[in-house]
């Protein structure tokens, strides 16, 4: 066995023998990063003190401190490479005559590890053409506290929203503004008193918990009037009632025409059927605006697609290697666009961020991994990339045992995003907030928050777009909240990013939650306890039963102790599969150890099975 120094022969090093190799899955990234540690336990470091290595290892630290690069090999007589590595001079030491030392990746790869924390500025070469919706920014009405509880009993389905005007000396709209005091009479919102036809947009919220004695389909909707006689019913809304109680959030969203001496009721507008008793008992999220019809321009926004920005931070920290993700490229995360709040109001302003705080943000929602691969390094979803890792089958076990793994046995999950509220009435039905479920591990605390820092609330990010349409908020003289928040903005293969009611319906907190389904299938089932924002539909208060997916690992780990040489060690595969006496296992490899013992060389490989 040769022991060579920048491919220089040299006497072998004191405690080679009890040198110990480790490379660890990655718990941040899933991945590899560090694959070649090499250290002695007990005293930590090899000593060398062939002059020649002395010389080479201490020249190379005063000259190149710990950026210093020299490496390690141990050849057999056969010429065969067993093992290769790099000094770590952050173990340097020295006295006459003698350096120790432990072993390290090379250079690249442990500067990649640092870099990947540091925040770069990227500038903004990309754009996309964003489509919204008008924002009322003050509600003409909220809920009149005074006729919350509405019933109907043995009567015809005649209901309208109990809202008050916020402000009687605000005069929105030509015509009559009211208040509704008493639903059940059908009391309008407004009357047209002028010559003229007038449009009317109406926009807003309305949040009740609502039963009835029968089954039937109800909607949320508005009348026309005139007088007494109905012109028109519109439904907007339309739901299945019975008596059971169905907490509703409907987002209004409507272009009325009101002719001369018509009038406008909201409300309850359709049923299947005649009802004998009915109640609705409205939340404080309801609001609603009566305003004339404002075009609201599409304009360009700047910022990077995802894995353009990904590449572009890769290459700040380490332009060695090359980046590659399948899955922002063309996948499903290709219409993943990243901007910041100046952008958004049509300022062009860098991103700020680094790749490790990107990437967690971007794993809260896809649950993403990442890896080196020799010079490239990849993300993709952490299903992808395990599932395509090779398999090494074990044909020996000295020792085997097994505890069981907690990792994603969740007490308490929540997922979402942590920023997501704003200022106008629709973000009281805003979807992208977040969600906090209860789970079967009842025993064990141990919460899980899988809440994104990117910014995905599809009423925030409208409200920052329109900032540029008002000179208070417009311009680059001036700053605004959320200019340096980084948000994202789902867009289809053209670039456009539309608000259908609001942006980025595919990545909402239950989108993110199946996401991430195949680590948590050992949580069984997932009940919804509390939630900011608005649900996307009822069904997401039913428990979500995750055993129904395949898992990606077992609710075990295994420590495998096995006869192994260094050549065996260092071709390692992403999946282990042993026979422990009982049965054959396979598991994802999280952590490997390699030394001398008074078996021969052995690795200790730590498996999730």
Same mark, same amino acid.
Request: aromatic share 8%; charged share 20%; glycine share 8%.
């Given at each position: 066995?040769?022991?060579?120094?920048?491919?220089?022969?040299?006497?072998?090093?004191?405690?080679?023998?009890?040198?110990?190799?480790?490379?660890? +899955?990655?718990?941040?990234?899933?991945? =590899? /990063?560090? $694959?070649?540690?090499?250290?002695?336990?007990?005293?930590?470091?090899?000593?060398?003190?062939?002059?020649?290595?002395?010389?080479?290892?201490?020249?190379?630290?005063?000259?190149?401190?710990?950026?210093?690069?020299?490496?390690?090999?141990?050849?057999?007589?056969?010429?065969?490479?067993?093992?290769? &590595?790099?000094?770590?001079?952050?173990?340097?030491?020295?006295?006459?005559?003698?350096?120790?030392?432990?072993? +390290?990746?090379?250079?690249?790869?442990?500067?990649?590890?640092?870099?990947? &924390?540091?925040?770069?500025?990227?500038?903004? @070469?990309?754009?996309?053409?964003?489509?919204?919706?008008?924002?009322?920014?003050?509600?003409?009405?909220?809920?009149? %506290?005074?006729?919350?509880?509405? +019933?109907?009993?043995?009567?015809?389905?005649?209901?309208?929203?109990?809202?008050?005007?916020?402000? !009687?000396?605000?005069?929105?709209?030509?015509?009559?503004?009211?208040?509704?005091?008493?639903?059940?009479?059908?009391?309008?919102?407004?009357?047209?008193?002028?010559?003229?036809?007038?449009?009317?947009? /109406?926009?807003?919220?309305?949040?009740?918990?609502?039963?009835?004695?029968?089954?039937?389909?109800?909607?949320?909707?508005?009348?026309?009037?005139?007088?007494?006689?109905?012109?028109?019913? @519109?439904?907007?809304?339309?739901?299945?009632?019975?008596?059971?109680?169905?907490?509703?959030?409907?987002?209004?969203?409507?272009?009325?025409?009101?002719?001369?001496?018509?009038?406008?009721?909201?409300? =309850?507008?359709? &049923?299947?059927?005649?009802?004998?008793?009915?109640?609705?008992?409205?939340?404080?999220?309801?609001?609603?605006?009566?305003?004339?019809?404002?075009?609201?321009?599409?304009?360009?926004?700047?910022?990077?697609?995802?894995?353009?920005?990904?590449?572009?931070?890769?290459? $700040?920290?380490?332009?060695?290697?090359?980046?590659?993700?399948?899955?922002? #490229?063309?996948?499903?995360?290709?219409?993943?666009?990243?901007?910041?709040?100046?952008?958004? +109001?049509?300022?062009?302003?860098?991103?700020?961020?680094?790749?490790?705080?990107?990437?967690?943000?971007?794993?809260?929602?896809?649950?993403?991994?990442?890896?080196?691969?020799?010079?490239?390094?990849?993300?993709?979803?952490?299903?992808?990339?395990?599932?395509?890792?090779?398999?090494?089958?074990?044909?020996?076990? /000295?020792?085997?045992?097994?505890?069981?793994?907690?990792?994603?046995?969740?007490?308490?999950?929540?997922?979402?995003?942590?920023?997501?509220?704003?200022?106008?009435?629709?973000?009281?039905?805003?979807?992208?907030?977040?969600?906090?479920?209860?789970?079967?591990?009842?025993?064990?605390?141990?919460?899980?928050?899988? #809440?994104?820092?990117?910014?995905?609330?599809?009423?925030?990010?409208?409200?920052? $777009?329109?900032?540029?349409?008002?000179? !208070?908020?417009?311009?680059?003289?001036?700053?605004e909240p959320y200019d340096e928040d980084l948000f994202i903005v789902t867009?289809?293969?053209?670039? $456009?990013?539309?608000?259908?009611?609001?942006?980025?319906?595919?990545? %909402?907190?239950?989108?993110?939650?199946?996401?991430?389904?195949?680590?948590?299938?050992?949580?069984?089932?997932?009940?919804?306890?509390?939630?900011?924002?608005?649900?996307?539909?009822?069904?997401?208060?039913?428990?979500?039963? /995750?055993?129904?997916?395949?898992?990606?690992?077992?609710?075990?780990?295994?420590?495998?102790?096995?006869?192994?040489?260094?050549?065996?060690?260092?071709?390692?595969?992403?999946?282990?599969?042993?026979?422990?006496?009982?049965?054959?296992?396979?598991?994802?490899?999280?952590?490997?150890?390699w030394s001398n013992s008074d078996n021969g060389t052995v690795a200790t490989?730590?498996?999730?099975?």
């Amino acid at each position: 066995m040769k022991i060579l120094l920048n491919s220089v022969p040299v006497e072998a090093p004191v405690g080679l023998d009890g040198l110990t190799l480790k490379k660890s +899955r990655h718990p941040r990234y899933w991945g =590899w /990063l560090y $694959r070649k540690l090499g250290f002695v336990p007990g005293m930590g470091n090899v000593t060398f003190s062939d002059p020649y290595a002395v010389r080479t290892l201490r020249d190379a630290f005063d000259r190149d401190k710990l950026g210093a690069e020299t490496s390690f090999q141990i050849v057999d007589d056969k010429g065969q490479l067993l093992y290769d &590595a790099y000094v770590d001079y952050a173990t340097f030491g020295f006295k006459p005559g003698e350096v120790t030392c432990s072993f +390290r990746d090379e250079k690249s790869v442990t500067e990649l590890e640092t870099s990947l &924390a540091t925040v770069f500025s990227i500038e903004p @070469t990309q754009s996309i053409s964003m489509a919204g919706q008008p924002l009322s920014s003050d509600a003409t009405y909220t809920l009149n %506290s005074v006729a919350v509880v509405s +019933r109907v009993s043995s009567g015809s389905f005649l209901h309208a929203l109990p809202i008050r005007r916020v402000d !009687e000396k605000n005069q929105a709209v030509p015509g009559e503004l009211y208040s509704v005091t008493q639903p059940l009479a059908l009391q309008p919102v407004y009357r047209n008193t002028t010559d003229k036809k007038v449009v009317l947009k /109406l926009s807003g919220v309305v949040g009740v918990s609502v039963s009835c004695s029968l089954s039937m389909s109800a909607s949320l909707g508005y009348r026309i009037m005139n007088g007494t006689a109905v012109v028109s019913t @519109t439904p907007l809304a339309t739901y299945a009632l019975s008596g059971t109680v169905l907490d509703v959030t409907a987002l209004i969203d409507a272009v009325v025409s009101v002719l001369p001496g018509q009038s406008l009721v909201l409300g =309850w507008v359709e &049923a299947g059927s005649s009802v004998i008793t009915m109640a609705a008992t409205y939340n404080s999220a309801t609001a609603i605006a009566l305003t004339q019809p404002i075009a609201v321009p599409t304009t360009d926004c700047y910022g990077l697609y995802a894995n353009d920005l990904l590449k572009s931070l890769q290459l $700040r920290c380490q332009p060695a290697f090359a980046f590659s993700s399948y899955f922002f #490229r063309i996948g499903i995360g290709r219409g993943a666009f990243i901007t910041n709040g100046a952008n958004l +109001r049509g300022v062009k302003k860098p991103l700020q961020t680094s790749f490790s705080d990107l990437f967690d943000s971007l794993n809260s929602i896809y649950n993403l991994a990442l890896t080196l691969d020799d010079t490239t390094l990849r993300v993709e979803t952490k299903e992808v990339l395990t599932k395509a890792g090779g398999t090494t089958v074990l044909t020996s076990i /000295l020792k085997v045992g097994y505890t069981v793994n907690t990792t994603f046995m969740a007490s308490e999950v929540i997922a979402g995003y942590a920023t997501w509220k704003g200022d106008s009435l629709t973000s009281a039905a805003e979807t992208n907030g977040s969600r906090s479920y209860r789970t079967e591990i009842t025993t064990y605390r141990n919460p899980l928050d899988l #809440r994104s820092n990117l910014i995905a609330a599809g009423s925030l990010i409208e409200e920052t $777009r329109q900032k540029q349409f008002d000179p !208070e908020t417009s311009g680059s003289d001036k700053s605004e909240p959320y200019d340096e928040d980084l948000f994202i903005v789902t867009v289809d293969l053209y670039g $456009r990013a539309r608000a259908t009611p609001f942006y980025n319906d595919g990545i %909402s907190p239950a989108h993110c939650l199946l996401n991430w389904s195949p680590l948590l299938t050992h949580c069984n089932r997932l009940v919804l306890e509390t939630h900011e924002g608005s649900l996307i539909s009822t069904g997401e208060r039913e428990p979500l039963v /995750l055993d129904e997916y395949p898992p990606l690992i077992g609710n075990l780990t295994a420590v495998v102790e096995t006869p192994m040489s260094l050549v065996d060690y260092a071709a390692l595969q992403d999946w282990i599969q042993f026979n422990d006496g009982e049965q054959t296992r396979s598991g994802l490899l999280m952590d490997a150890q390699w030394s001398n013992s008074d078996n021969g060389t052995v690795a200790t490989l730590t498996i999730a099975c």
